[in-house]
Structures are given as C-alpha cells and as structure tokens.
C-alpha cells in the first residue's frame, strides 16, 4: 500500500498482549484514516451498550497517508474512542511530531482494548513494542512525563502522548498531550486512556512512508509550501497565533462574553494577539514540516511563568472573556495550569463560567461550593477551580462532569451551553449562522474545527471548485445550509487525513497529492463525496449510540438574540438552515437518517 504503512499496532491491556495487525486496505481506501477511519472501525465494535470508561471500550490512535511526509503541516493525529463527556462519537485531534514519529516506527495507528493491572507506558521504537510499568510516573504531570521517558528511553527525540492527573482521575473534560502542550483535548479522551491505566505511548522510528510517485509528490509539496510562506493568514498566525482573531472576533460579535451572554466588551480588546506576541510572546512553536509556527511560548510574570505553551485563541476566550477577565496574563497561566494537568481548556473554561452565572443567579450556594463564593473576574478563584478539578477535590469533582452535567445537577438543563454534551467553543453561532448548523450537525458534539463557517464567510479556506465560497454571515437559508454541511464534510476530510485546517492548499492541489502519494486517481469532486462519507458513517454511528434527529438543535442559551456587539439581534433560523444542510446530506427530513442510497455508498 502506497502511502500507508499497511500496519495496525494491537494492544489489549488485561493479557498484556501487542502484536501488529493489517490496515484493512478497504476501509483505508473509503475512509482515507484519522477519525473517518476509526468510525468505520468502530461501526462494528461498539453500541449503546458500550460503557466508555469499561475495559472493553477501544481506544483509537490513528494517522492519515500524508502524516510524516514532507507536505507543510501533514503532522496530525486522531485520538477516537466514545466519549465520556457526551456519551456519543469521541475525536481529538493533536500537531506536533507524534504523528509523523508513530509513521516512522512502522503504523498507521494503535488500537487498544482492555485495561492493565496497573499503571503501564507503551515504547514503540521501529516496530519493536514493549509495555512497561508505570507506577513511578503515575501522578506525573504531562511535561514531566514526556521528559522522564525521554531519559529512560535515553533520545530527546522520543516523542510521547500521555495524561496528566486529570486523565488519571477520569475527568471528563481531559485530554492526551504530546510535544511539549499539544493536545487531543476535546471530548474527554484523557478520561478513557486512564481508564485503562496507559499513562503515556513513547515511539521513535526510522523508517519512510512509501510514496507512489516522489517527483510529482515533492512537486506538490513546494507548491504548498509557496503558498502558505507569504500567504497573509499565515504571516498573522506567524506574528500574532490564533489569537491574531482576537480583535476582529469581538468586532463582529464571535468573541463569547459573560458565558455567551453579552455581545460587546470594551475591555476584551485588551486579550489581543499583538498584545500577547509584544508583551508576553517568548517564541514561537511549530509543528512537523510547518512554516507557519503559529504555537506560542509565552510568559507570565504575575503569575511567575516564564517559558510556558500556549494561549491559543480559544483559551483566550474560555478563561478571559468568557469569565469577563481582561488581563493577558491570566489565560496564559490558566493554559499553563491545564496543560499541566491534562485538561481541555474550552469545556473547562465554560464549565466554570457556568458555575459563576448559576451561583450569579442563586442557583448554586456555598453549601454547594465547598464554602467558596463564585463571581466573575477573579483570577485566583479560576486557578482554584482549575486545581480542583483536575484533582477531583470538593466541588471539583462536580466541574469534572462538564457543563451539562453541573447544569442539570442545579435543574437548569436551559442554561447548558452544550452541544450534544460537548462545550461550545469560542465563536458565537448567532455571528456566523452557519456555525449554527456545523455546532448543531457535528458528530462530536460543539465543535468549531468540524465546518469552520467563521474562517469561510471572512473569505478564509476557501475553495470555490467544490462551492465553498464566502457568503453573508448573518443569512438564514437553505443555502447557507447546504454550504455549511459542505464545510464539515471538507473539514472531516482534513480530519481524516489528519490535516492542520491552518493549511489551505484548495482541492486540486490536495487530490494531487494524495494521488502522487497513495496512487489512487481520486478527482476533486471525490474529495467531497469521500467527507461526505465520513460524516455519514459517524452519524450512522451516533444513532447506533442514541442520538436521534432532536439531538440537532442549539442550546436555548444561543438561540437568544443578544442586545449589543457585532450579533445584536441576529438568531439561527434552525428549520430553515437544518432543511438545506439535510438535503446537502441526502438525510430523511423527519428523521435526520441518511439516505439508502447513502447506506450503499457505504458499503454497510
Ligand atoms: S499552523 Fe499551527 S497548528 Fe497548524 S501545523 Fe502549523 S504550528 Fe501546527
């Protein structure tokens, strides 16, 4: 197999077992790898009945026929199992140089059942495998144990994928970190590697991924990288990161405030991307074959940081305005603080701006707050909070559930803001009507990196060959529907190739490559059926797991217009919007089901 290592690394934890299992060539070639792949894996594996923190529950690492090659930001890898957060599909996705390194130590991914006897980590070096004891490093923080594994391994070019405490403690909303803070954060994949007692996957590999034709291949590779070296959107994640969006989200109404429920903020305008790059930048982190380097390292002085990772724009967001605090300085430290721990900033930031407006409202009292008094804008108190989850102390242990979880604890189901279980991100689906439908449609619950219709309306991945072309942000149609069901297919794609969405090379440019490198004779327009596809065997899967067409909706929380800012007044229209994204989809009206036609294509 071209493109592919032709290899799945199988671990089942209670024997002790690993041994090496062919890539099923068919699914590879249906569902191209990363989370498209592992859905299609998963469709015959797990039901309802599948308790994500049991034993039995897989664990999916998995990469995509670019990962490793010299393609400018092909370093991606999926992390896929059911969630614990949400119950439904589980992806997190993770840059860096785990991916890349996985590839070179001979698999296209890992697959893990079962659950050790006690604490183990898991060495890969050029095909050779081996579990070993981890109660020593159990308890380690992520940094820690990247560096001590490292050392026993005795090459600094170990890469390694591991939990914090957070994962350890089987706290929903933890992630898995690899180089230094990167992370698969999102939808509690942390929770379910500790579940099973892995504590980290270390590898180092030499080999070369197999291309079909190296010539065209490097072609397309130095078209990519002219590309993306001046584009404008990368010279701004060179310079500023992602919270180069800062400034421009809060103008036009995208950047949440006071848990989503304020529009306009003067203050907000302090969290900017050229502040963080001018005042507490130290450098910049990129990851495998990037030229974009849009990872920051930052300091914090106030809060004695002096070389952490981080904030993204997300994080900006989830731990400044959305607590309404304005100081740069503390969503680094906050980052710092999860990153340490093991936790995903979004669903954690939202779930403590959740427990300020309910004790705001009186929904929450100090006899449920360990004695704590909960308010916007205090820095020490989310520090607190931060710690406390991650350890599961106290009230903690109730913020470890997640957002939805605190807001039925207080009988308030209404103030959620969640999407199927899953935290909504930093873009206000009332600034982008289509992010409505992406939010309401993702099969992983709130997800901005499954349809980014922020990026696309402001004229940013465009492709005009497969019709996703900018539109107005605020228009409620059928259109606006069907375009942004394109969109998550596309970004299914990337995540099935385990692509960063920062890297826009269009489909012509990208159907060549997979081409030159797979030796398959995908056409442009198959790239959009195969997202397609990718979308569908997830959703096929989620009904398999409960969700059902009511599942598809918004919480109330954002279906309020709001007074002021860049959104005033604008709300999702969702029959409208919904009807357009179905149809794109070939899915029933009524029951949101795809379509036989749709099955077939499968292959089911
Ligand atoms: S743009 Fe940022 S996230 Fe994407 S590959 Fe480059 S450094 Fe990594």
Redesign the pocket.
């Known amino acids: 197999m071209y493109g592919y290592l032709g290899k799945i690394l199988r671990v089942d934890l209670s024997a002790a077992k690993v041994w090496d299992e062919p890539l099923n060539a068919k699914y590879a070639r249906d569902f191209i790898g990363g989370s498209g792949l592992a859905a299609r894996y998963f469709y015959d594996m797990i039901d309802a009945n599948t308790d994500p923190l049991s034993p039995e529950a897989p664990l999916f690492f998995l990469t995509g026929p670019l990962v490793g090659t010299s393609l400018t930001?092909a370093?991606r890898y999926s992390v896929c199992a059911r969630s614990p957060l949400t119950g439904i599909w589980g992806e997190a996705n993770s840059?860096g140089f785990f991916g890349p390194e996985l590839r070179y130590a001979g698999y296209d991914g890992i697959l893990i059942t079962d659950k050790a006897e006690h604490p183990v980590w898991l060495s890969i070096v050029d095909g050779k495998t081996e579990l070993h004891d981890a109660s020593d490093l159990w308890g380690s923080d992520i940094y820690v144990t990247q560096q001590r594994l490292q050392q026993m391994m005795g090459d600094a070019k170990v890469r390694v994928a591991c939990i914090g405490i957070a994962g350890e403690n089987l706290v929903k909303v933890s992630g898995i970190a690899n180089d230094h803070g990167r992370f698969a954060a999102r939808t509690g994949m942390g929770a379910v590697m500790g579940s099973k007692l892995l504590k980290a996957i270390a590898v180092r590999g030499s080999g070369k991924i197999p291309l079909f034709d190296p010539e065209g291949f490097k072609a397309s590779s130095n078209q990519a990288l002219a590309l993306f070296k001046d584009d404008f959107s990368a010279q701004s994640?060179r310079e500023a990161g992602t919270a180069s969006y800062v400034n421009m989200s809060h103008y036009m109404g995208d950047l949440p405030i006071r848990y989503y429920q304020v529009g306009e903020w003067a203050p907000a305008d302090n969290l900017s991307g050229v502040d963080l790059s001018e005042k507490f930048l130290t450098r910049n982190?990129?990851?495998?074959k990037?030229v974009?380097?849009?990872?920051r390292e930052t300091k914090s002085p106030a809060y004695g940081d002096e070389k952490v990772d981080g904030p993204e724009y997300e994080t900006i967001g989830a731990f400044g305005s959305l607590l309404m605090i304005s100081d740069l300085q503390v969503p680094i430290h906050a980052s710092h603080l999860c990153n340490i721990y093991g936790m995903d900033v979004i669903s954690l930031g939202a779930t403590i701006a959740l427990s300020f407006e309910l004790f705001e409202r009186g929904l929450l009292t100090m006899s449920q707050t360990d004695g704590i008094e909960l308010h916007y804008g205090d820095p020490d108190l989310v520090f607190r909070l931060i710690e406390m989850t991650a350890h599961r102390q106290g009230f903690g242990a109730l913020l470890a559930e997640g957002n939805a979880a605190l807001a039925e604890y207080v009988g308030a189901p209404e103030l959620a803001a969640t999407v199927n279980r899953l935290e909504v991100p930093m873009h206000d689906p009332r600034a982008f009507l289509g992010m409505a439908v992406t939010y309401a449609l993702s099969p992983r619950g709130a997800c901005h990196m499954q349809g980014d219709m922020f990026g696309l309306d402001v004229g940013q991945g465009v492709v005009e060959e497969l019709g996703l072309e900018p539109g107005n942000r605020h228009e409620n149609s059928i259109e606006k529907g069907r375009t942004s069901a394109r969109m998550q297919a596309w970004r299914n794609l990337y995540n099935s190739l385990t692509l960063?969405q920062?890297?826009n090379p269009g489909a012509v440019l990208l159907s060549a490559a997979i081409n030159q490198v797979t030796g398959w004779d995908l056409k442009v327009d198959d790239l959009m059926s195969i997202g397609k596809n990718i979308v569908n065997i997830k959703r096929l899967l989620n009904f398999k797991l409960g969700l059902t067409r009511a599942n598809d909706h918004l919480p109330e929380l954002l279906l309020k217009p709001l007074k002021d800012g860049g959104t005033s007044g604008k709300t999702p229209d969702m029959d409208l919007l919904l009807a357009g994204a179905y149809a794109e989809f070939d899915w029933d009206p009524q029951t949101g089901y795809p379509s036989n036609v749709v099955i077939r294509q499968l292959g089911l």
């Open positions: 930001s370093g840059g994640l982190r990129a990851c495998h990037c974009i380097a849009c990872g960063c920062f890297e």
